[in-house]
């Protein structure tokens, strides 16, 4: 399963970068008004640079015409931008024009199956169902990945599966076991993966036992 950092700080994406590790990066807007005073475009290009995989930028228009135009302005920062457009009537149409203009997209906020099968036949690159606000209102986030995991395989959908709002190290384990493409990894859930008590204590253990052969 590839690895992307769900940030639009550039300090967390160089850290995680320079592990080996990150396929991409997913922003939002509430994400980029966590970086304060900084201009939106300009996040964008910093990171497109940085990461040479597929980074995510979202429109904010909710008219067809304003998330294409949003879009192709995006799409000319770099060639590896991917549009996210919400899961709307108006967003389907979009996502279809993009795709006829060769214009990558990741339809974001997909809370149904049925949302997702719709994404892709509008030519979706990416879909976005959103484990953990699911599991916020009680429901279970991660059937609706093995739904649409396994609506994918049933018809050789192309479009590839992004589990999003990942909470914990837990909901990655169970991405990755459902059959999601990529996970979107918070900073702090990416470096709770990394650590196991067990490795710091056998870490600790070693070098007690070195220490004694001096
Ligand atoms: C996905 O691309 C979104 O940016 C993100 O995963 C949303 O997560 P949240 O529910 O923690 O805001």
Do not use: C
Not at 26 to 36: G, H, R, V
Not at 56 to 80: C, F, H, K, P, W
């Amino acid at each position: 399963m590839k690895i992307f950092i769900d940030t639009a700080n550039i300090d967390e994406i160089r850290d995680i970068y320079q592990l080996g590790i990150l396929d991409g990066v997913t922003t939002n807007p509430s994400l980029i008004a966590k970086e304060s005073g900084r201009d939106f475009k300009e996040i964008i290009t910093e990171i497109s640079e940085l990461v040479p995989g597929p980074i995510s930028a979202e429109v904010i228009s909710l008219d067809t015409e304003g998330m294409v135009r949003e879009a192709e302005e995006l799409a000319a920062i770099n060639d590896n931008i991917v549009i996210k457009i919400p899961m709307t009537k108006e967003g389907l149409a979009a996502t279809s024009i993009l795709a006829s203009k060769g214009i990558k997209t990741n339809v974001t906020l997909i809370f149904s199956a049925n949302q997702a099968l719709l994404a892709a036949n509008a030519g979706a690159t990416y879909v976005s169902p959103f484990i953990g606000r699911l599991d916020d209102i009680g429901m279970d986030g991660m059937e609706l990945i093995r739904q649409i995991v396994q609506i994918f395989d049933n018809y050789g959908i192309e479009s590839e599966i992004i589990a999003a709002s990942i909470r914990h190290p837990q909901h990655v384990l169970m991405a990755a076991l459902a059959g999601a493409d990529i996970a979107t990894i918070p900073y702090q859930v990416l470096l709770k993966m990394i650590k196991h008590p067990m490795t710091d204590k056998g870490i600790e253990k070693f070098l007690a036992d070195w220490e004694k052969t001096k």
